[in-house]
């Protein structure tokens, strides 16, 4: 039987979470899978750590080279998650030869060209299978299992840390102050919740799965980021009032020959399936010319979670006789500039008559099509009204142009939120 | 690149499909996986049918031995559908050393074994993605993606038919009957449409998706199976009024090392993913001790999504270096002939003072606790009511035991439907 010898890069959660699942399961890989692992060296900055689990101590080394330049490693697994050093780390692993198993998704979106490069060279694997939505296998389905698809769209609840905070929102009425508070404390966000609440972990997920999806790179720089620090109970009130539910959503589409990959808080209509996807789970809806739309929903993060995934990885490196790269060609993707999608749009405008006509005239001469409009009357605001708009598909510049057109004394305040998925 | 040669057993709407999608993806597939499909023979029964889709008549015969004997086929795509001839033309182009893939679930699940050996001797590959839930790639997700997992339940909507007649019942609160002759008029139901209603379809998928999920072979004759044509629009009304959605559930588990795969009508919470799985589509809901509960969720069927994942393991196929075949222990696989679970009893009862009292103490006799009764008055039955039971987890056998002793003059009539997925 086929023996692989294993490096870890860190062992916090998810590696101590990989050590776990290999000591527990490790008999039955091997009579399934027909492949062994020994877990050789292990990266810490602390061999003395309690980890609560049982590592016998000549396995850790303080030394990066322990792991990275030892010959008789076959397998680097990386769980130090951040930019640096682990991108330094897993290409130093890749150019030595070594396969390489991650969940950094980080450190994969900023180096991903390089990354790529460097094991096409060495004729090292590259998986990362953990890195986009614990668990869920959506690299492999879109990978080993829709590439007879033109893949048309992806539409992902890919942060785990935002969906507990919006379906909260939504449930409660609550303020995003007041359960992002209440996350930190349990733990279900960080101290600086910038990362997921800013929608940047979003952001590298999107970037790598739609470079798989359409075959092209999608560079981290260009998905359009929007987090949901902005995000008010009202608007969430007023949208769940009209049958649609909010999500941070990823949205990658390829139309007509361009790539928009964009990262921003969403309206989905309640019957979506994405709709029902609540707190840390993660969901990613992919269309296909072939398939039609599919959903593959389970545990975004967590370390067992995550370490199946990583140990399916590792089982499928074992395996290789030859390591599949991605396709992805050469030539740059070209971004989309605009989209085409619904809004939501709210706006306060003072309560006098002939104010709706002006408004609609405006959205009409930009070419924004209105299907629904709503007024709410305001308690406690003299003289002023709630309108929501529900526009049509209509491009993003158009209404972008037409709300700038709007007199800043007539309209007061204005929320725009983009609707997918009917 | 490698070229590889074709051969196409039947060409009805889904051999159409997977000719279209070659036709129209071939050259995307060159470029990205690096493999290239010549389509050499396709057997069919007439030569001249009118298939919607330009065929050059050349590569029509009528002779199976044209596909199975011919040395210059490599892989013989299966789509004539049913158990035989499928199953012996299957066999043959296997021991000929021809990778064969198929979507024919009745023929896979009642040959699984001699289908094996028999790739496992000529070290031909066997590849079935399309036989389990059309497009969705379950068969990859178990294999592939979640081998480091002990899987503990499979639980799926995988009969698009009767999904859309319970789907519709549930809506509109119409009868079986109705229903059922819409779908045969909208071709959703086959004319003798016992395969989908009786659970035949989902028992011979059930089959596959548990063998593979507990590495032992679940045969389909020990599959417990029950169709939907008892199910009444009283019990599909009153389980929607306690928060219960109707589905046909195929569930295995395994528990103590005993398997338990059953096809059944089966009350969903409403606020599970699998509730909202309507229509067409279908569902696989795994649970396994790392990743935690995940679902895989599209078009169960049709053409195109079927071609997708047919077309999916021809690359895969294509691309292999040597086929792997499903760790499958030659153990015999222990099935439980009881399985513990909730359960919604609801019965005709003689409306008179003590009668609750006596069936909730027979229940209480059997060890079957009752976590909550409703009692639902009957227009136009003189003397009589609608009492409803949902029990706490209890033992199937225990359930019909306890209603077995119940009082003839009593209770009048029963209907007991499981509750899974709480």
């Known amino acids: 039987m086929k023996r692989t010898r294993i490096g870890f890069l860190g062992c916090g959660n998810i590696g101590c979470g990989v050590y776990r699942l ?36 000549r396995l850790f ?100 840390t935002t969906n507990y905070i919006l379906s909260r929102m939504s449930r409660e009425g609550a303020s995003y102050e007041e359960v992002l508070s209440d996350a930190q404390r349990l733990g279900l966000a960080e101290p600086d919740p910038t990362a997921d609440v800013e929608g940047y972990d979003a952001a590298y997920k999107l970037s790598i799965l739609s470079t798989l999806s359409f ?101 499928k490196a074992a395996r290789a006789e030859r390591h599949a790269l991605p396709a992805v060609g050469a030539v740059p993707c070209e971004m989309a500039d605009d989209w085409i999608c619904e809004h939501f749009v709210r706006m306060q405008v003072s309560d006098e008559p002939g104010v709706l006509a002006v408004l609609a005239g405006t959205f009409a001469r930009h070419g924004v099509s209105i299907a629904s409009m709503v007024q709410k009357g305001e308690s406690g605001t003299q003289g002023r009204a709630q309108l929501i708009f529900l526009t049509h598909k209509a491009s993003e510049r158009a209404v972008r142009s037409a709300l700038a057109e709007m007199d800043g004394s007539t309209v007061s305040q204005v929320s725009v939120i983009r609707v997918e998925g009917r």
């Open 215 to 315: 075959h092209r790179h999608v560079p981290v720089e260009c998905v359009y980021r929007e987090g949901i620090t902005n995000v008010t109970p009202l608007d969430v009130r007023l949208g769940r009032e009209m049958g649609l539910t909010l999500k941070l959503l990823a949205v990658a589409k390829e139309e007509e020959g361009r790539v928009q990959a964009r990262v921003h808080p969403t309206f989905v209509p309640d019957t979506h399936p994405l709709a029902s996807v609540n707190g840390a789970f993660n969901a990613v809806y992919v269309d296909g010319d072939a398939c039609d739309e599919m959903m593959f929903y389970g545990r975004g993060a967590g370390d067992m979670p995550t370490a199946s995934a990583l140990v399916s990885d590792l089982i």
């Open 22 to 57: 290999l000591q527990r399961q490790g008999k039955r890989i091997e009579e399934n899978e027909g492949v062994s692992f020994e877990i050789a060296r292990i990266l810490v900055r602390s061999k003395t750590k309690a980890r609560g689990v049982e590592i016998p101590e």
């Open 61 to 160: 080394t303080t030394e990066p080279q322990d792991v990275l330049d030892d010959e008789r490693i076959d397998v680097v697994m990386e769980f130090m998650g951040g930019e640096e050093p682990a991108a330094s780390y897993i290409l130093r692993a890749l150019r030595n030869g070594k396969t390489v198993v991650t969940a950094n998704k980080m450190a994969l979106a900023t180096h991903w060209d390089e990354m790529i490069a460097a094991a096409r060279e060495s004729g090292a694997g590259l998986y990362y299978e953990a890195s986009v939505c614990g668990a869920i296998p959506i690299i492999r389905a879109i990978g080993d299992s829709l590439q007879a698809n033109r893949i048309t769209s992806v539409m992902g609840i890919i942060n785990g």
